[in-house]
């Protein structure tokens, strides 16, 4: 008989206080791939030098050495883009990933409880059918 008045509780905080829980877990998830990839710093340092090495360039006007420095510098670039880009479509395509799981997660959280009456009925039809 406790059973009938614990039913009503559930159901007001699975889809009241449950329900922001699992929306607050998504969004923190979200946050933490975000930084875990770095994304907002990688793209605003996408075309930076890779661990901002690069040569300098020397004094006095060498025709040699100013191209030298300037292929080091260029392929330097060159390196941390790709790097860089590579990151951020890997960190691009898990958020694209977390999405589709977080609304899969978010509608199988919805349905839920509509599931198991589902299958509680059944079973009992089952039951009483054999």
Known sequence: MWLLYVIPDYTRWHY???????????????????????L????????LPW?????????????GDFFSTLVVNTVLRLVGFVIRLV??????????LATICSVLIVLSWLLAPLIVVFL??????????S
């Open 120 to 129: 509680l009925s059944l079973g009992f039809a089952n039951l009483a059918g």
């Open 51 to 63: 661990r901002r090495m690069n040569e300098s360039y020397k004094k006095g006007f060498d025709p």
């Open 87 to 96: 990151v951020i479509l890997v960190g691009v395509c898990l958020l694209a």
């Open 40 to 47: 907002p710093i990688l793209v605003r340092t996408i075309f």
């Open 16 to 38: 009241s206080g449950g329900l922001k829980a699992l929306w607050r877990n998504v969004r923190v998830f979200f946050t933490f791939l975000v930084h875990l990839f770095s």
